[in-house]
């Protein structure tokens, strides 16, 4: 092809290119227009160096006005979501306030229809790629967001609901180490994230056992202190396990956050409702042992009990097991009256005489009274009074 013939190609070309630019005058008509899917085609035609206050100005307003469009259309689509991402993540929309806000409204509502409409596919077999492109794009959306706490939480409490390859800690971290920390944990779902992390950090095979600095590393002192409630919560609490209690009472202990008296009473709780073997159930064990002899603290212990809401007695499902006997052994020797007491609210529940006693299970109070009852007629302990053994006999007849 002869030179000139290739010159004229290439300004034909050039040509017909700035043509098709849109300037200042051009972008303020679509503007007045609300025309914003062109405005937006068109609003990087104008150079960078004449992209002053009035294009911002223009340019906010037509964005913010596709996405107010969108929510209003409900047009979730990926191809949408996808072009606001890229209006929100560069240029000078990315640190407008105004925008992001709105930018982040739209994502929640994307996402929470992207995990809907992947829960909908049933057992077809792109149900797993579904959740994985909305498990993607959130992931991407967060690392490119402004962080906030608000939006953090929302999102974690989404992905909750569906079974993703998600962490929710990145987003409840947001919120732990925000300068209004307190306020978000005292949010039950945040108070329980806590635990759930300190949980699962505890579980490391590098930790050390050193449960003070893991607060430390992970949860601030602000935020903690939100915590030690439900924690204390969980060492009564008919709902938690061994291990529970267990993890409650390490974090506590370390962050000096029991009184004596309180130390007390969860050593008895923690021994009642099953604890597991180990370093801590050989602690409590010490400190009812310490009983013995001072029959004030043992009063006014079992008065702490008598306000619980439910009696921990978890090892009286299978009062004959070697670990379980033990521990009933234990508190007959050095607290008798807990074991008494917890008798005499059996027995008042099980003949009907209260039905608001503290007791979780009927299951585990015939049982306890059933072995304690044997064992004294046949005098190989004194689990129990003569009294309320007596009484037992005459409900059984």
Not at 42 to 51: G, M
Not at 84 to 90: C, H, K, V
Not at 300 to 319: T, V
Request: hydrophobic share 40%; proline share 4%.
């Amino acid at each position: 092809m002869p030179i000139l013939d290739l010159l004229f190609i290439l300004f034909i070309s050039t040509e017909a290119k700035a043509a098709t630019q849109y300037d200042l005058k051009d972008l303020a008509v679509l503007e007045q227009e609300k025309n914003f899917e062109e405005f937006l085609d068109h609003v990087n035609d104008i150079r960078p160096s004449e992209r002053q206050k009035l294009w911002r100005s223009m340019y906010q307003s037509m964005a913010m006005e596709m996405i107010d469009y969108k929510l209003k259309t409900k047009d979730f689509t990926l191809a949408t979501y996808r072009r606001i991402e890229n209006i929100g993540r560069a240029g000078a929309l990315s640190n407008d306030e105004f925008f992001q806000l709105k930018r982040s409204l739209y994502a929640k509502k994307f996402f929470t229809d992207c995990y809907n409409q992947a829960s909908l596919k049933g057992n077809s077999p792109t149900k797993a790629e579904d959740y994985k492109l909305c498990d993607k794009e959130l992931s991407s959306f967060w690392f490119f967001s402004k962080k906030d706490p608000d939006v953090g939480l929302d999102l974690a409490s989404l992905i909750e609901k569906h079974p993703t390859f998600l962490s929710t800690w990145p987003f409840y971290s947001t919120a732990i180490n925000d300068s209004i920390a307190p306020i978000y944990c005292e949010r039950p779902n945040v108070q329980r994230e806590v635990i759930k992390k300190l949980t699962k950090e505890s579980f490391d095979p590098e930790f050390d056992g050193n449960y003070k600095l893991l607060i430390k590393r992970f949860i601030p002192e602000k935020c903690f202190k939100k915590v030690i409630s439900p924690l204390k919560l969980s060492l009564i609490s008919y709902e938690t396990n061994g291990l529970d209690k267990e993890l409650a009472l390490s974090l506590l202990t370390a962050s000096g956050s029991l009184s004596k008296e309180e130390e007390d009473l969860y050593a008895i709780t923690y021994l009642l409702d099953g604890p597991v073997v180990g370093e801590k159930m050989n602690i409590a064990w010490k400190k009812v042992e310490l009983l013995n002899s001072n029959y004030q603290l043992r009063q006014k212990l079992l008065e702490k009990i008598k306000n619980l809401s439910i009696i921990p007695d978890k090892i009286f499902r299978d009062p004959e097991s070697a670990r379980n006997k033990a521990i009933i052994n234990l508190f007959a020797l050095n607290f008798p009256e807990f074991l008494n007491y917890y008798a005499e609210s059996c027995l008042n529940y099980i003949s009907h005489k209260s039905m608001e006693a503290q007791i979780a299970s009927s299951f585990q109070c015939n049982q306890f009274l059933k072995i304690a009852h044997n064992l004294k007629k046949k005098n190989e302990a004194d689990w129990i009074t003569e009294k309320i053994s007596t009484q037992y006999s005459a409900i059984k007849k």
